[in-house]
């Protein structure tokens, strides 16, 4: 169980910096498509944020508690922090792999959560794999890009 643990602990650690990433770049772009993109990044942050709490309540349902500090979430994500503000453009790249990070660790922690026969937190987490596959979806077309 432990290690079912864990993975839902990288999986809050993954979805929060890309919850906070999202929500600077939704800051801080720039550019001919501003009005587009900063609605689209908050569309998109508001969703990540919102998912943040739900997973902390699955690891606290799963009798373990969440980490509780940014030093902590730091050291669980695979997602890398940025110092810089990057071009629209590069925002769009960045967190089209930020989204697939997210989706593998949602996909390990399924993957755990089904072997522990936890069904009810299988369904969760196969349900924030499908709005991740959204999520995907929704940056590569507005990135213009064909999939």
Do not use: C
């Not at 643990?5 to 809050?12: E, F, G, R, T």
């Not at 800051?27 to 609605?39: C, K, L």
């Not at 967190?95 to 936890?118: F, G, P, R, T």
Request: no cysteine.
């Amino acid at each position: 169980m432990e290690e079912l643990h864990n993975a839902l602990k990288i999986v809050l650690a993954d979805t929060f910096t890309m919850y906070f990433k999202t929500h600077s770049y939704h800051w801080n772009v720039i550019g001919p498509n501003f009005n587009d993109y900063h609605a689209f990044f908050g569309t998109l942050y508001t969703e990540l944020h919102g998912a943040v709490d739900l997973i902390a309540e699955q690891i606290r349902a799963a009798n373990s508690f969440a980490p509780a500090s940014l030093n902590r979430l730091e050291e669980l994500t695979r997602i890398q922090e940025a110092d810089t503000i990057p071009t629209a453009d590069r925002m769009f790249q960045i967190l089209i792999n930020d989204n697939n990070i997210v989706l593998d660790s949602l996909k390990q922690a399924y993957e755990l959560a089904e072997k522990a026969e936890e069904l009810g937190l299988a369904n969760f987490l196969q349900d924030r794999m499908d709005i991740h596959k959204k999520h995907g979806w929704m940056l590569r077309a507005t990135a213009g890009m064909k999939s």
